[in-house]
């Protein structure tokens, strides 16, 4: 298991299967909130959705639509279960708390690096803890 230590954002515990991008996302226009697709033309994870997962990602692009787009997808529950993120901003800061979902960024080793999408996540927002396990350890499902 891969622990990483990092600044919390939102409370709370939660884990999943992560789904990592490396680019940001843009709130207004590039998620579809009723079922948390990324729908933004060119983005590497269009036609996927971020509902149950852990949500790894760059940060944040674009307007404050951030927060009505997560606030809309916690309210259809397709919101991820977690964030975890590089760059603070206060679009992805106040979309992880319209979410109320744990959240951590400013992590000691870069999780774009370290978490691919399938790895299985455990995010302790409380406590500023990412613990990693890479999906080729997971026992079989």
């Known amino acids: 298991m891969i622990v990483l230590k990092g600044r919390k954002v939102v409370g709370g515990v939660a884990e999943g299967q992560a789904l990592v ?6 709130g207004w226009g590039g998620v579809h ?60 800061a106040l ?14 080793r870069d999780p774009l690096e370290v978490i691919e999408t399938g790895d299985w996540v455990r995010v302790d927002g409380d406590a500023g803890i990412v613990e990693v396990v890479k999906r080729a350890q997971r026992a079989p499902e």
């Open 21 to 26: 991008t490396r680019q940001t996302i843009s």
């Open 95 to 108: 979309g992880a708390v319209v979410m109320r979902v744990p959240a951590v960024t400013d992590l000691d």
């Open 33 to 92: 909130a009723l079922t948390g697709t990324i729908i933004e033309t060119h983005h590497e994870l269009r036609g996927q959705s971020f509902k149950d997962k852990v949500l790894v990602f760059r940060g944040a692009k674009g307007s404050s639509g951030w927060s009505v787009v997560f606030h809309t997808a916690r309210l259809a529950g397709s919101a991820p279960k977690a964030l975890v993120f590089n760059e603070m901003t206060t679009k992805v």
